[in-house]
Nanobody, 116 residues
Framework: QVQLVESGGDLVQAGGSLRLSCAAS????????MGWYRQAPGKQRELVAA???????NYADSVKGRFTISRDIAKDTVYLQMNSLKLEDTAVYLC????WGLGPQWGQGTQVTVSS
């Protein structure tokens, strides 16, 4: 069993910044990719950003230039730096990891609320 523990969600004003963390209980080098998703009330879960084992990244168009995904391999942790936050970024943010032999695993989520 693999655990993914997210942290860093908070209430922040529009224009502000937050950094989310996702700590894995297993080496993140044993994944094909890790990503951050988000789900707002009444909306479908959407991919926000992802990073492959090789370090390639991709982003949803809505966050390009504002969000950055990164990782610390030594800490088995993936981060999501979120800048210039907008009201529409309000959602539960969930960490996802595609571990070899286990398939996709999910964290419990962390709430990000952006206020005006």
């Amino acid at each position: 069993q693999v655990q993914l523990v997210e942290s860093g969600g908070d209430l922040v004003q529009a224009g502000g910044s937050l950094r989310l963390s996702c700590a894995a209980s297993r080496s993140i080098l044993s994944t094909n990719a890790m990503g951050w998703y988000r789900q707002a009330p009444g909306k479908q879960r959407e991919l926000v950003a992802a990073i492959t084992r090789g370090g390639s990244t991709n982003y949803a168009d809505s966050v390009k230039g504002r969000f950055t995904i990164s990782r610390d391999i030594a800490k088995d942790t993936v981060y999501l730096q979120m800048n210039s936050l907008k009201l529409e970024d309000t959602a539960v943010y969930l960490c996802n990891a595609d571990f070899w032999g286990l398939g996709p695993q999910w964290g419990q989520g962390t709430q990000v609320t952006v206020s005006s």
